[in-house]
Each structure stands twice: as structure tokens, then as C-alpha cells.
């Protein structure tokens, strides 16, 4: 398999240096670690398709797949993802929670990807993100929220499950795909250096992962669900529901309750759970 350790054309963009899979490796794969392969490829269709058909072939648990640029990418509800080559990072993680973590909590996984994301940012790049619900990575950029990235986690079949994270890191305004996109570069982050960012956000995944998978999944033991509500931007203001079957749900988003729902009080008081949907961030009255 071809990766980041073949020579890059010298025409390439001198901001945007390739990967070095070899000290990724170095750094990330030990023994007893959560890591256990990582493969750097030039561009691919999606790293979530292509992981997903190697763990239908056995392919061990903590096998990371990076692509320096995705032509495919999918977000949820087979949204596009589409970024220039090495402007950011592109790649999916095969787990297999075992089955001492029951399966009904496996939807806290994008989740837990989420809060891991956010706690390595912080630390390698210097970065404030917050998470809207349930698997968007906002930054701060001229004082408004921006969405920078975002978390897709996909059943592989035998208990396996891949989850796979798409972050703008190096991308300019004008290459923004929206007005509503960001980046770290636009976020001013300390370091725009994709090695060091990828080994905090791997660092992080494995020990919020570890702690997720030896409390059994629960949320609450694990304290993944204190620490998601405590780094989600959707709690505590106005938000919509937009629900299958073309309803609407209005009101204010309260709680994540134990099964990793956002829970919205409508006018009347009452509280709805919402498991699928996108919720759109409402300003406040006033």
C-alpha cells in the first residue's frame, strides 16, 4: 500500500507537507496499545468504506486508515465531504467494543470521538472546540461559531464498528466550501502541524476509549456523558429539529440523557427525546 513515505512532487503546496506515516507509526503503535496498524494513502473515495471492507475481511481492532485526500467523503445522511489534498485530516478508526460493552451503547461512540477530538485539539493545536450535537466540531472564527469538522461512526459487521473524522485544518477562506465552514487556521490555532494534531486526537481517542470500554459502555461510569454535555455548544439555547418524515420539533435543548439523546423542552413543558435528526442552532430572542 502506498503512503506518506513516497516522495511528494516538489510542485506540491510547501504549506501543506505530507504525512509522515513512518514516525506515526513510531509514536502510535505499542505494545498493549489501542493502535495496531496505520496506513497513510494518497487519496481514496471514503477511509470509512475502505476500513469497513477490510474489517469484514478480520483486520484486528485499533487499525487506522488516513487519507490525504478523500474524493467521496460522507458525512451523516450521505452528506459530501470534500477538502484539497493534505488541508486537513481525513481518517477512520476500526473498533471492536467486545462483548463486555453491550450494544446499545455502542451510539455513544461518535460521541466519545467527539469529546476525545475536542480534549487532544486542546492540547496540540491550543484550540477551544465545542461539539454540536451529535457529531459536528465547531471553532470560534470572527466570533462566530464555524463547523470544522465532523464524526461519522458506521456498523462494519460482526461487532465491529468505524469510525471515521474529517477535520479542516490548514483550509483558507477562500477555499471554504461554505460560509458556515472553518478551520484551525481560521480558529488561530498555535500549531497547524497535521502529525502532532493527529497524534493528540489518536492519544486522546485511546484513553477516553479505554476508560468507555472498561466501565461496559456506560456512559455515566466512563463519565463520557459528563464530559460531552460539558463541551456541547447544542445545550442550554434555542434549537429546531428537523425529524424524519419532514417534522419539526422547536424548544430548548435541556439535557443528553443515558442513551446519548439530545433531550429538547418544547413550550409546554414538555421534554422529547431526539435520537436522529440535524438540529440547527437558533439565536436566542431578543
Known amino acids: 500500500m502506498n503512503d506518506s513515505d513516497t516522495p511528494v512532487s516538489r510542485w506540491s503546496d510547501l504549506d501543506r507537507p505530507p504525512l509522515?506515516?513512518?514516525?506515526?507509526?513510531r509514536g502510535l503503535i505499542r505494545p498493549g496499545g489501542l493502535w495496531t496498524s496505520l496506513d497513510v494513502v494518497p487519496a481514496t473515495g471514503?477511509?470509512?468504506?475502505?476500513?469497513?471492507?477490510?474489517?469484514?475481511?478480520?483486520?484486528?481492532?485499533?487499525?487506522?486508515l488516513v487519507a490525504e485526500e478523500q474524493t467521496a467523503g460522507r458525512g451523516r445522511l450521505d452528506r459530501r465531504w470534500t477538502a484539497p489534498?493534505?488541508?486537513?485530516?481525513?481518517?477512520?478508526?476500526?473498533?471492536?467494543?467486545?462483548?463486555?460493552?453491550?450494544?446499545?451503547?455502542?451510539?455513544?461512540?461518535?460521541?466519545?470521538?467527539?469529546?476525545?477530538?475536542a480534549t487532544g485539539l486542546a492540547r496540540a493545536a491550543g484550540v477551544d472546540t465545542s461539539l454540536k450535537w451529535p457529531n459536528d466540531l465547531l471553532v470560534t472564527v470572527g466570533g462566530e461559531e464555524r463547523k470544522a469538522g465532523g464524526i461519522l461512526a458506521e456498523?462494519?459487521?460482526?461487532?465491529?464498528?468505524?469510525?471515521?473524522?474529517?477535520?479542516?485544518?490548514?483550509?483558507r477562506a477562500s477555499e471554504l466550501p461554505v460560509p458556515t465552514a472553518g478551520s484551525l487556521a481560521l480558529a488561530n490555532a498555535v500549531s497547524l502541524d497535521r502529525d502532532t494534531l493527529l497524534r493528540g486526537v489518536l492519544r486522546s481517542l485511546e484513553r477516553w476509549y479505554g476508560e468507555w470500554r472498561t466501565a461496559g459502555g456506560d456512559p455515566a461510569l466512563s463519565r463520557v456523558q459528563e464530559a460531552y454535555a460539558a463541551g456541547c455548544a447544542t445545550l442550554g439555547r434555542p434549537v429546531r429539529a428537523e425529524l424524519p418524515g419532514d417534522r419539526e420539533l422547536a424548544g430548548e435543548a435541556v439535557a443528553i440523557d443515558s442513551e446519548g439523546r439530545l433531550?429538547?423542552?418544547?413550550?409546554?413543558?414538555?421534554?422529547?427525546?431526539?435520537?436522529?435528526?440535524?438540529?440547527?442552532?437558533?439565536?436566542?430572542?431578543?
Open 155 to 171: 456498523r462494519a459487521g460482526d461487532g465491529a464498528v468505524v469510525v471515521g473524522i474529517g477535520l479542516n485544518v490548514s483550509l
Open 20 to 25: 509522515n506515516a513512518s514516525a506515526l507509526r
Open 85 to 117: 489534498a493534505r488541508s486537513g485530516l481525513f481518517f477512520s478508526v476500526l473498533l471492536r467494543p467486545g462483548p463486555d460493552v453491550p450494544v446499545r451503547h455502542h451510539g455513544w461512540l461518535p460521541l466519545l470521538t467527539g469529546v476525545a477530538v
Open 46 to 64: 471514503s477511509t470509512n468504506t475502505d476500513l469497513a471492507g477490510r474489517a469484514a475481511a478480520g483486520l484486528a481492532e485499533g487499525a487506522v
Open 263 to 286: 433531550v429538547v423542552r418544547t413550550g409546554d413543558g414538555e421534554r422529547h427525546p431526539v435520537g436522529v435528526g440535524d438540529i440547527v442552532h437558533l439565536r436566542a430572542a431578543g
